[in-house]
């Protein structure tokens, strides 16, 4: 008995998966490298994060969200490339509306992403500092070989350059030091994880001007070159104030069992009248027992953990659930944010039907957009630090299904504020997918998964960026080719349209998300069909059989009928029994939900008991 609780055993202090297979070949030495993400600082090493910049100053929590915030808004000047666009096409080709200088920024973003799947388990391994420092050196030389290829005229260098080689820097850097900074909030990551990716929104707006500046007093070569200089600068002093919490400052896996439910230490004096008791019964009372549950009268004061590797993280469907609504929660605003100005211009301004000034220029509708982008990243993490991730996620994706059902209306109605409070609502929620969606892989997946699983899922933001971007062109493109007038509002109500269906998906996708280890864990009943969480209630559909009694047919006797053995004349009676399903469905109370999950834990506390008793 106690070797079978062995191996069922979810409470043992490693993967559910199991130890990794010794690297042999290419394929066993993936499989290493994506089954082992644990930083494991030597006891030196511990000794020397107690001091950050150059060991003068001693490393305090709160100095890791200003110095996040500073590096993400450096990371954030990728967003202004729209400001070199002209510029760079006018220099390479005497033309400022042909060149292909904007593809430098989607080939950017779409290596950002991969980048940060195929880093993340070295980035979780690894120092941040020393992945911040490989991230900025990358990222530098991107900027360097961009000024290069400028001075040469080479579009293809400079896609390597600023498209290739810098996007490889953004994708480390930006992964290194969100996950740096949440690890320090174990309580508040959606509020910390905000904060930092805050600073990436931050960046574009200060960056719009600096480089407009920057191009009015010296040449695009000399402009990327004191653009890296400054990064570098800026990177280089904010990474000396980041360092990983000290060891055991967060949980390695996911408990379990919440805090509140433990029983708590007895006060010092309040039992001093149970001091008459036996052992066995003062143990009893210190722990409080008898007011607990059956699993805690167990396991007594401890609290067990589940540890997920990697591979088990990739291989859950409850990534891809949350992949998919994070893909849906981004695409709109993507596409939004670098069309924004054309968009303006064709439906409300010179473009339109009636030429017009917009009543607000494009720039500074622009810029307040990404004012929304910024708050939407905080507010938006700390409203899931209060009202969980799945719930939270769950409200900006239905905000953006009420978004696109109104956005043809407002649009055919030529109502520019009403577009532009569309967009910036939106843009709330597209923002604050990025803040709360560390936080969200970390509840769900464990501290350690956390680099490597939001690297794999910032995927999402390359597609998005390409596939979307590409769709929303095509779709344009196709009705001006066939006859239509940029100002007609078809073009845009059918990209509406399949944006709406995506974002559908992705709630549907985000509604049977397991986002605790509990929901994953919880006993099903034979029959159920599905089960999910519907506002903090488990909601399942099971496929019940009808077992009551049927009165025999005249075909069959009533002998038949008691012993169960029917002749051929009988046998379409005994198929309609058979068949006598349905499906039932099942709102469980809180009550009914809490003594299923008790009687689960109550097993899993005995094999937990089992593995620690020694064989005889």
Not at 123 to 133: L, R, Y
Not at 204 to 219: K, M
Not at 245 to 256: A, Q, T, V, Y
Not at 268 to 289: D, H, N, Q, R
Request: glycine share 10%; charged share 15%; proline share 5%.
């Amino acid at each position: 008995m106690r070797q079978a609780a062995q191996d069922s055993m979810l409470f043992s202090r490693i993967s559910l998966q199991g130890n990794a297979p010794t690297a042999r070949g290419f394929k066993d030495m993936l499989l290493e490298y994506y089954s082992h993400t644990e930083y494991r600082p030597s006891r030196a090493q511990v000794e020397k994060d107690r001091f950050v910049f150059f060991g003068l100053l001693p490393c305090r929590q709160w100095m890791t969200i200003p110095a996040g915030i500073l590096i993400q808004f450096c990371y954030g000047s990728v967003y202004a490339w729209s400001i070199f666009n002209a510029p760079i096409n006018k220099l390479l080709t005497n033309n400022s509306d042909q060149g292909g200088a904007e593809i430098t920024f989607y080939i950017a973003l779409g290596v950002l992403g991969f980048t940060g799947a195929l880093f993340g388990p070295w980035i979780e391994c690894s120092h941040p500092q020393k992945s911040g420092m490989v991230g900025l050196v990358i990222f530098f030389s991107g900027h360097l070989t961009a000024a290069l290829a400028l001075q040469v005229r080479m579009i293809s260098l400079l896609y390597f350059g600023y498209g290739f080689v810098a996007g490889v820097g953004l994708g480390i850097g930006y992964v290194s030091t969100i996950d740096a900074v949440s690890k320090w909030w174990p309580k508040a990551r959606g509020t910390a994880a905000g904060c930092a990716v805050m600073g990436f929104g931050g960046g574009s707006l200060a960056f719009s001007a600096i480089n407009e500046e920057l191009l009015e007093n010296v040449s695009l070569p000399v402009t990327f070159l004191v653009l890296g200089s400054i990064n570098l600068i800026i990177m280089f002093t904010c990474i000396q104030f980041i360092c990983p919490p000290p060891p055991g400052h967060n949980l390695d896996g996911i408990p379990m069992v919440d805090e509140a439910d433990l029983p708590q230490p007895k006060r010092p004096g309040a039992g001093a009248g149970a001091g008459s008791g036996s052992k066995g019964g003062s143990e009893l009372a210190s722990t409080g027992i008898d007011k607990n549950p059956r699993y805690l009268a167990i396991l007594g004061s401890e609290r067990p953990i589940i540890y997920i590797s990697l591979a088990e993280a990739l291989r859950s469907r409850d990534f891809w659930l949350l992949y998919m609504s994070f893909l849906a929660n981004i695409v709109f605003c993507l596409v939004i944010l670098s069309n924004l100005p054309k968009i303006i211009n064709r439906l409300f301004g010179m473009g339109s039907r009636d030429p017009q000034e917009p009543p607000l220029p494009a720039y500074l509708a622009v810029s307040i957009e990404g004012g929304f982008n910024m708050a939407g990243r905080v507010l938006v993490g700390l409203l899931s630090d209060i009202v969980g991730r799945k719930t939270t996620f769950l409200v900006i994706l239905l905000t953006q299904v009420g978004v696109l059902v109104c956005m043809p209306f407002v649009i055919q109605a030529e109502n520019f504020w009403g577009f532009m409070t569309l967009v910036w609502t939106a843009t709330v929620c597209y923002g604050g997918g990025f803040g709360m969606i560390p936080a969200f892989i970390a509840d769900m997946f464990g501290i350690n998964n956390t680099s490597s699983c939001h690297g794999v899922i910032l995927t999402a933001w390359s597609l998005a960026s390409i596939c979307g971007g590409l769709a929303f062109t095509g779709v344009i493109n196709h009705y001006i080719d066939n006859g239509s007038m940029p100002y007609e509002t078809k073009m845009y109500t059918v990209n509406f349209v399949w944006m709406l269906i995506l974002v559908i998906v992705g709630f549907v996708c985000c509604l049977f998300i397991r986002s605790s280890i509990r929901d994953r864990l919880f006993p099903a009943p034979p029959d159920q069909v599905l089960r999910m969480r519907v506002f903090g209630r488990v909601f399942r559909v099971l496929y019940s059989v009808w077992h009551e009694s049927a009165p025999p047919q005249q075909n069959s006797s009533a002998s038949d009928y008691a012993t169960g053995c029917y002749t051929d004349n009988s046998a379409n009676f005994l198929q309609s029994r058979v068949r006598r399903r349905h499906l039932r469905c099942e709102l469980l109370t809180k009550e009914q939900e809490q003594v299923e999950w008790e009687e689960y834990l109550v097993l899993r506390a005995v094999q937990h008991r089992l593995m620690k008793e020694p064989d005889v």
